[in-house]
């Protein structure tokens, strides 16, 4: 199994491939392009994850930074200090494109990072859909700043975008609905553009997520809630540990089991990022809508244990981009 097709573009895909070469697999990208996000905000882990995977320590060094973030979440604003660079989907995609490559004769071995997945269904953990607006800032002092609030239909989340705007995030309801009940986001913008297509904002596991000779990685995988903003470093991870899967069974590792701990650590991650999640939504607010989305959460993180309690326990650890045996480990 040295021949590696992967199937999408971003993030998760960039990074196996790259991992992957690295260990002398031959790589071939089928690229499955979306509608790319205007702003990404890459949190310090983030960069540090994807610095580590490229062997690039200056990556993103140059793209302008967020200090710090202002919250309003059941209670009166906090700033809390931050770190991040902004850069929008298409200069990530840039920085960290891998040449695309064909492989000799068919791939061994297939990675999904865009869907459609071979097998399987998307469980979705409750209903938040989400709109974003390219906004005017009326303070330019907001060029380093994210503000954050939940009010009464649902949440708003500001990040900057450079030369006085920003892109505005909402979930539970329209923009205006939502900058109808605000108090900290809606006095310091104008919306200047026309809200996005509404898409999905509440976690989601595909299962399975692996075949015989797939498996699915990034948002093919799984999604995130933007309120973790934790979203581009679990893509990152899910590449680190997709790749070390692959190269281990290149190796002669044990097929079964090697497919079966990915999906177990994966299935891990969702139940975590649920649990942290159903926290948030159990404070910002008091109304149907809030209390709806925790049971959902909760829900989740109730069926992700039963899942997990099915499966066997971990048989490998991660070794910088290896994966060994625990006993090994100890």
């Not at 954050?148 to 708003?156: D, S, T, Y």
């Not at 994966?323 to 090994?328: D, F, G, K, N, S």
């Amino acid at each position: 199994m040295t021949s590696i097709a992967i199937r999408g573009s971003g993030i998760a895909a960039s990074g196996c491939a790259h991992i992957l070469a690295g260990a002398g697999l031959r790589v071939a990208i089928e690229e499955r392009r979306r509608p790319s996000v205007p702003t990404i905000m890459l949190s310090d882990p983030a960069l540090g994850l994807i610095r580590g995977v490229f062997d690039r320590p200056d990556l993103f060094s140059a793209y302008p930074r967020v200090k710090r973030r202002v919250v309003a979440w059941g209670g009166s604003p906090v700033i809390v200090p931050h770190g991040a660079a902004l850069a929008s989907e298409d200069q990530v995609q840039t920085a960290l494109a891998v040449p695309a490559g064909a492989t000799a004769g068919p791939a061994g071995f297939t990675i999904h990072t865009a869907s459609p997945v071979p097998l399987g269904e998307m469980r979705v953990f409750g209903d938040r859909n989400a709109v974003a607006v390219r906004v005017k800032l009326r303070d330019p002092a907001l060029a380093d700043e994210a503000r954050i609030e939940a009010v009464a239909g649902g949440w708003l989340y500001l990040v900057p975008a450079g030369t006085g705007e920003g892109w505005l995030l909402g979930v539970g309801g329209t923009i205006a609905a939502l900058l109808g009940q605000s108090a900290l986001v809606a006095p310091v913008v104008d919306a200047v553009g026309a809200a996005s297509t509404t898409f999905c904002a509440s976690p989601r596991l595909h299962l399975p997520l692996h075949g015989a000779d797939w498996l699915a990685c990034g948002t093919a995988a799984l999604g995130f809630d933007p309120i973790c903003g934790d979203g581009t470093a679990q893509s990152v991870r899910e590449a680190i540990l997709a790749a070390a899967v692959v190269i281990a069974m290149a190796e002669g590792g044990d097929r079964a089991a090697l497919l079966t701990h990915y999906q177990s650590m994966l299935i891990a991650a969702m139940r975590r990022h649920l649990l942290l999640c159903a926290q948030f939504y159990a404070n910002g607010g008091t109304g149907d809508w809030w209390r709806a989305q925790h049971e959902a959460l909760m829900d989740g993180h109730h069926w992700c244990t039963a899942l997990l309690a099915k499966l066997p326990e971990p048989r490998f650890l991660l070794d910088g981009f290896r994966l060994m045996p625990r006993q090994a480990a100890a």
